[in-house]
């Protein structure tokens, strides 16, 4: 899948606009394909690598804190979301990635997108 990562914390420079694999799926996960991700503050502050003796991220990271997509698959343990459902989140710190063609979101972190 296409994302935008690091291999490295820096300034932009070290940004990479190149191919992943797709997210695992475990259980209590749902995969979304990401429509929309918001560019936040906190995104150049983990790429500069200010937060990493309290969020230690591993090497290469997907960069994102915020989606809106649609759900593509479901874990085995998931009852609120279904495949299509429109969806927004804001994924726990350790996982996050949104800067990427889809992303895995523990189902608790997800809420349905409103209709209006």
């Given amino acids: 899948m ?3 990562f690091i291999n490295r914390y820096g300034k932009s420079d070290v940004l990479i606009s190149g191919d992943r694999p797709e997210p695992v799926l475990h259980d209590d996960d749902v995969l979304v394909q990401i429509h929309a991700a918001g560019v936040n503050p906190v995104d150049n502050k983990i790429r500069d690598g200010e937060f990493k003796l309290l969020l230690p ?3 290469p990271l997907i960069l994102g804190c915020d989606l809106a997509g649609v759900v593509v698959r479901v874990g ?3 009852r609120r979301f279904k495949v299509g459902d429109e969806v927004y989140a804001r994924p726990d710190d ?3 990635g949104t800067f ?3 992303i895995a979101v523990k189902e608790e972190s997800l ?3 409103r209709s209006t």
């Fill in 2 to 4: 296409k994302a935008y």
């Fill in 57 to 59: 991220y591993k090497m």
């Fill in 76 to 78: 085995a343990r998931v």
């Fill in 94 to 96: 350790d996982r996050i």
């Fill in 100 to 102: 990427a063609e889809f």
């Fill in 111 to 113: 809420a349905l997108k």
